[in-house]
């Protein structure tokens, strides 16, 4: 059976974050024609310790694998902050070249990180260590351990502060990917090259430029 038409842009938020903080992207991507998904993972409001391992395996089979194969949707994967560590780590071995080996033929078409978290990943770091030892300045740390991300103050999150803007950045690196309708427009300044692998685009963190 042939993919449904359009992909789907799976959202995945940021640690501290919730779906509701993507309220003003998400229907400016379904204004465009184009479906969405996004989720509240495990960590967030957890009671317990929750791994970025129990984050990819729940982005895997609760929010990838049934858009690829019942729905039999093509995705465009898009994480935010954190989540490029588990939203990555959940799309291994879902790319065209690899699901077309199987016989399958929807695909995670490519991914887009928002001021994400990019390890190389089996060198045994954790996260602080990923980020040079230390929290990065758009993170409050307090003595209780209890942290908050200063989110509009830093730009880290475009999504809340220029949502439109976003959405166009969004498109425009997925038609790179393929299988989307061509939109009149070019990508802005600040978007970095491919990261590490085919298919891996970064949108830098505004705080930066």
């Given at each position: 059976?042939?993919?449904?038409?359009?992909?789907?842009?799976?959202?995945?938020?940021?640690?501290?974050?919730?779906?509701?903080?993507?309220?003003?992207?998400?229907?400016?991507?379904?204004?465009?024609?184009?479906?969405?998904?996004?989720?509240?993972?495990?960590?967030?409001?957890?009671?317990?310790?929750?791994?970025a391992g129990e984050d990819a395996e729940f982005i895997r089979s609760r929010m990838l694998l049934p858009l690829l194969d019942t729905e039999k949707h093509n995705v465009v994967l898009v994480m935010h902050s954190y989540n490029g560590l588990p939203g990555s780590a959940?799309?291994?071995?879902?790319?065209?070249?690899?699901?077309?080996?199987?016989?399958?033929?929807?695909?995670?078409?490519?991914?887009?990180?928002?001021?994400?978290?990019?390890?190389?990943?089996?060198?045994?770091?954790?996260?602080?260590?990923?980020?040079?030892?230390?929290?990065?300045?758009?993170?409050?740390?307090?003595?209780?351990?209890?942290?908050?991300?200063?989110?509009?103050?830093?730009?880290?999150?475009?999504?809340?502060?220029?949502?439109?803007?976003?959405?166009?950045?969004?498109?425009?690196?997925?038609?790179?990917?393929?299988?989307?309708?061509?939109?009149?427009?070019?990508?802005?300044?600040?978007?970095?090259?491919?990261?590490?692998?085919?298919?891996?685009?970064?949108?830098?963190?505004?705080?930066?430029?």
């Amino acid at each position: 059976m042939a993919p449904a038409s359009g992909p789907v842009f799976v959202i995945v938020p940021g640690a501290s974050q919730t779906p509701s903080h993507y309220a003003f992207l998400i229907p400016l991507l379904q204004s465009r024609g184009y479906g969405t998904l996004t989720a509240l993972l495990p960590s967030r409001g957890a009671t317990r310790p929750v791994s970025a391992g129990e984050d990819a395996e729940f982005i895997r089979s609760r929010m990838l694998l049934p858009l690829l194969d019942t729905e039999k949707h093509n995705v465009v994967l898009v994480m935010h902050s954190y989540n490029g560590l588990p939203g990555s780590a959940a799309a291994w071995g879902l790319g065209k070249a690899d699901r077309a080996a199987q016989g399958k033929m929807t695909s995670v078409l490519g991914q887009i990180f928002i001021a994400a978290i990019l390890p190389r990943g089996d060198d045994g770091s954790d996260v602080i260590a990923t980020l040079g030892g230390r929290w990065p300045p758009f993170i409050d740390v307090y003595v209780q351990q209890s942290w908050i991300i200063r989110d509009m103050a830093t730009g880290h999150s475009p999504q809340l502060a220029a949502p439109e803007t976003l959405t166009d950045i969004i498109l425009d690196l997925a038609q790179q990917f393929g299988g989307l309708p061509h939109e009149n427009g070019s990508v802005p300044s600040g978007v970095s090259a491919p990261y590490q692998q085919d298919n891996a685009l970064e949108i830098s963190d505004a705080s930066e430029e």
